[in-house]
């Protein structure tokens, strides 16, 4: 909407400066968590560079600084402005009775306060004066600002209650009276940076603490949305039900009909971004909705009501679908039949099952169920999420609502997972028994058993999830059972062990061995390591810290690339820490292949294909690296300066040695016939399996995601190396870290000590002292990026796992 437009309708509203009622009701947001982490991340950012100030923040303050004096007035009148608007929505808060929100700014100064005087002490190593930040007759460079950090805390925390004009001219003057502050001289450019994350952070705690209505309009909003599309309603009123990234409202039009509107604003934008990231990419949740685009999500779910319509499935009228003059997205469907069961139908083991389920022709009812799915498969889409909340009864025949993640093409798994859902469905309305029965008498043995593998956590609906862990319902027995059923034997999983004092001793040794590595380096100096230590940067470590913990995001990707299905990238990236667990937990081979190998399966994929999966990423890992390291030798003056002409080198005499016992290996299998049989039949089948993976990286999608995952996950394991090396105050140029790096993980790939430990210390300071780090320093650097890397994520991969373990990934 245009300005001037915006201004007509804030007037016609009476100057209204709350967008809601006071009853309006609040919710903790996901994307203030965020916002949260942003904001710290921010601090940790420009703390770091602010000390000392970049020559272009104090060229760019000296510039402002220049101006003519003559418009110091208007600077100090700037640097005011948002104090006053603060005081302002305060007092009008008090005096309309939102006292909430007044609470709301008082509390988000004082955690803004509080935030203000951890970060200028830990940047300039004094306690900042809030006095200096706010006298203009005697400037001081005060860090963070003072006049941002404060009443920007206070106009934060009120923002998502007030009208869209009051926001805009608070987030405006909060621009203004930065400009103005540095202007002024009362804190430097990135101590207004500070001033602005200090504020935003406070304003995300509170909000997170005692929630917001932030992302959703007001009914008011809504009624307008719909005059300017032509519905005419006569009541409108909060939808039972709310799904992520929307706002649903139950409205009646005119002629008495029932209408669904579902509404994508501008201010739930960040809600639907957030909900697309998580549901699509991170969880990939049944229902996600495709695309970020508010417009295109519209259009996507008017689409599918209509195809699926048209197909004879029993569904929702599209009413109309468009944008507002305000950039709003607006869904009107209407409703011409009854759900199935009453929105938010509370679930328990002593809940009796539903009577037209469980009655004479519950068995009936169960496969009419699984025709509706049928015919919706038959005509190309796959819903997505049909649990009991999405089936509806239109003159006794079964229907389905909401297309929101539905799609069309659909892939051999997101058909499975409908079916799944649809016997999961039929479990919670009939029962165990007859749910099973109603199975075997609508689907054939050879489709239960293709959908048999995706009967798993992940496949089904949060409702549905909810529901069995209510009903305490096992998946794992119910897959055994469906199968003796028809006639089949589950498959078991590979089941893992924990700790053992063999387990204890392998990671013992290793880090003796590590010490006695240490202590043997000449000329030591214990006393220059502290004080390496004592001196270091530490918001470099910290920010070291952060950066260490990406990799694995890159590696998760990769896995995804290498995976013959879809997975989500949340629980693979769990699965990557809790591997970095289970390598201290049972530092063998065999126990990560375990660990991949039941995740594989719990999504439905073959062990072989699973075990193919690890290896295709492995090696992809090891090509990327070697390719890395290549160019780098080619193209850099980087050499490995290796003696060939020494025959008797340790890298020799290994090479020899594994490859005689490989020889010695081949030789005793060709003598034993049982053993020849058993390994060359083992050989075929994990090579057909392999091959089966192989055939899916035709898929440009999954060779960028397989490559370009290791390439970035080499990349950010020497950016964290770099940091940390800075953070001692030795900075080594990124060639030489990545080149470090990578030869030390490929030589601690080829010696058998679990995780490298010792092997890679040494090998990393080793090549830290090859340019030019001081030992000491380099040990140093070593020490915490090892610490970040290797031995503090086990911690968090502890909990991982018992993630997985809880939801069934493993």
Known sequence: MPTDARGVEFLARGFRLFSHDQAQPRARRATDVILLGLSMLGLLVVGVAAEPEPGYSVELTELLASLPDGLDGIWRVLADIPMVWSVAIFVIALVRGRRTIARDMVLAIVVALVIWFLVGRTVTGDWPSIPAGFDFSEPAAVFPAARIALPGAA???????????????????????????????LSPLFGVLAGVLCAAAAAAIVHLVVGSSAGRPSLDDVGYALAELGVATVHLGVADRQDAGQFAVAATADDGGELIVKVYGRDAFDAALLATVQRTIWLRRPGSPVGSGRLRQVEHEAFLTLLAGQQGIRTDTVVTAGATKADDAVLVLRRTATRLVEPNRVISRDSATDERFSGPDGMDRIRELYDVVALLHDSGIAHGQIDEDHVIVDDGRFGLIDF????????DAQLRADEVQVFTTSLILAGRDRAIAGLVASRSK?????????LQSPALTADQRRALRALDIDLDDLRAEIAAAIGLEAPKLVQLRRFSVGSVIRIALPLLALFFLVSALAGFDWDEFVESLQDANWWLVALGAVVSQTPRIAQAVATLGAAPILLPLGPVYALQLAISYVNLAIPTAAARIAVNVRFFQRQGVPAGAAMATGALDGVSGFIVQATLLLTLLMFSSLSLDLDLEEPTSDAARLVVIVLALLVLVGIVVACIPKLRSFVVGWVRRIAHEAFA?????????????????????ELLFATALGIFTAAIGYPVPFEELLFINMCVSLLSGLIPVPGGIGVTEGGLIFGLTSVGVPQEAAFAAVILYRLSTFYLPPIWGFFSLRWLERNRYL
């Open 446 to 454: 050879d489709r239960i058993e293709a959908c048999l593998p995706y």
């Open 155 to 185: 106009i934060m925390a009120a923002s998502p209650h007030l009208v869209r004009p009051a926001r805009r001219f608070g987030r405006w003057m909060l621009v203004f009276g930065s400009f103005a502050v540095v202007s002024l001289q």
């Open 404 to 411: 929101r993640g539905a799609t069309v093409a659909p892939t």
């Open 693 to 713: 993976v192989l055939r899916g990286l035709r898929s440009p999608r999954r060779l960028a995601m397989l490559f370009g995952g290791n390439l970035m996950a």
